[in-house]
T-cell receptor, first 108, second 112 residues
């Protein structure tokens, strides 16, 4: 079993839709939870990070962590074509463990 | 502007050759990381370093080597023993545990 599992998709939605991206993890000792966005042939860029259960909101993005279920989510509201990218979750402590990434396409 | 610079962007290697990928940061970050990215597999940790002159193996460290002689620099050598080195290599740094990583723009290595 991988330490971090993420559905690779691909996921295709119409512009304006709400997008839900998810990851599960196996180690309950993991303390830090991050989401990265990666455009094609580029390095990932940090979108959101948190270290506690609950929700954290930043503009159209909401990160949700449920430590009891070892499950994290990223919601994107009013999705835009510019949101089309691969989204990676990262979970861990000293060294972060990355999910496989979900490829998202938002169609105009 | 502060950031991480990886070079070269594209690298072609003949079988039997060692190659070194450069990673330089001017963010004054203590910790630096090397990841390998293959389609459908996400990022796999190769090596990481939390201080100068010290580094630890990640999940796939075999047939790779690193050095950390300066805080700003963390080069990765892909040895000729690596059977399938064709991949996208990413370098990252962070100021400490629990902080987000800053990534470079990556080096795409292809064996020809």
């Amino acid at each position: 079993q991988k330490e971090v599992e993420q559905d690779p998709g691909p996921l295709s939605v119409p512009e304006g839709a709400i997008v839900s991206l998810n990851c599960t993890y196996s180690n309950s000792a993991f303390q830090y939870f991050m989401w990265y966005r990666q455009y094609s042939r580029k390095g990932p860029e940090l979108l959101m990070y948190t270290y506690s259960s609950g929700n954290k909101e930043d503009g159209r993005f909401t990160a949700q962590v449920d430590k009891s279920s070892k499950y994290i989510s990223l919601f994107i509201r009013d999705s835009q074509p510019s949101d089309s990218a691969t989204y990676l979750c990262a979970i861990g402590n000293n060294d972060m463990r990355f999910g496989a990434g979900t490829r998202l396409t938002v169609k105009p | 502007d502060g950031g991480i610079t990886q070079s070269p962007k594209y690298l072609f290697r003949k079988e039997g050759q060692n190659v070194t990928l450069s990673c330089e940061q001017n963010l004054n970050h203590d910790a630096m990381y090397w990841y390998r990215q293959d389609p459908g597999q996400g990022l796999r940790l190769i090596y990481y370093s939390q201080i100068v002159n010290d580094f630890q193996k990640g999940d796939i460290a075999e047939v790779y080597s690193v050095s950390r002689e300066k805080k700003e620099s963390f080069p990765l050598t892909v040895t000729s023993a690596q059977k399938n080195p064709t991949a996208f290599y990413l370098c990252a740094s962070t100021t400490g545990e629990g902080y987000g990583y800053t990534f470079g723009s990556g080096t795409r290595l292809t064996v020809v």
